[in-house]
């Protein structure tokens, strides 16, 4: 089924930490899952994708970490910065028409 | 390269009016795409386009709700009569062939009330 949040998770990290964003998706049939990052009155902005095939990719101060046997994801950012304050999404990517169905968002506040 | 463009920006009608909102696609993308983000949710495919036709429009509310994508490009949604449950920001999206990319860039979306 598909993830509906009615409340969102938040995670309040201090400048400089690192911060973890964890996500349980649904279906095991997924293809491809992605992390999206939503500031306030803008869309989604892509940030890092991994296939089903991985269990870890890494991009630039970026770590997303995928846990087949359990239906979970996570992504981690390295010296978390007042800029990455933002909604985070995982995203699970389906079949041939690439569907995206979004998971319950985290807020993420960094304190300076 | 320029974005996915959408306007207005923002909206408020009153319930049973009628709204339409505007997407234009980054130049080359063939999929369009039209979410609903509900305040605290993520969002919620509605349809999605290849060229002018439509690939999957299981979560459209067709009674109320209509998308068309005239010569490939611009896609216009329409929703009429609008419920107080509509409000939501309607976002539009593109990217490459389906199959073929993953990755979709979103507009800023259309901030919707409906009063």
């Known amino acids: 089924g598909e993830s509906v949040g009615l409340h969102l998770p938040t995670l309040s990290v201090q400048e400089g930490d690192n911060s973890i964003i964890n996500c349980a998706y649904s279906?095991?049939?997924?293809?491809?899952f992605i992390w999206y990052k939503q500031e306030s009155g803008k869309g989604p902005q892509f940030i890092i994708d991994?296939?089903?095939?991985?269990d870890k990719r890494q991009g630039q101060r970026v770590t997303v970490l995928l846990n087949k046997t359990v239906k979970h994801l996570s992504l981690q950012i390295a010296a978390t910065q007042p800029g990455d304050s933002a909604v985070y999404f995982c995203?699970?990517?389906?079949?041939?028409?690439?569907?995206?169905?979004f998971g319950t968002g985290t807020l993420l506040a960094v304190q300076p | 390269e320029a974005g996915v463009a959408q306007s207005p920006r923002y909206k408020i009608i009153e319930k049973r009016q009628s709204v339409a909102f505007w997407c234009n696609p980054i130049?080359?993308?063939?999929?369009l795409y039209w979410y609903q983000q509900i305040l605290g949710q993520g969002p919620k495919l509605l349809i999605q386009?290849?060229?002018?036709?439509?690939?999957?429009d299981s979560q459209l509310p067709k009674d109320r709700f209509s998308a068309e994508r005239l010569k490939g490009v611009d896609s216009t949604l329409k929703i009429q009569p609008a419920k107080l449950e509509d409000s939501a920001v309607y976002l539009c999206?593109?990217?490459?062939?389906?199959?073929?990319?993953?990755?979709?860039?979103f507009g800023p979306g259309t901030r919707l009330t409906v009063t």
């Open positions: 999206a593109s990217s490459l062939v389906g199959h073929l990319s993953y990755e979709q860039y």
């Open positions: 279906n095991s049939a997924s293809d491809y």
């Open positions: 991994i296939r089903s095939n991985m």
């Open positions: 995203a699970e990517s389906r079949g041939a028409t690439n569907k995206l169905i």
């Open positions: 130049s080359g993308h063939a999929t």
């Open positions: 386009f290849q060229n002018n036709g439509v690939v999957d």
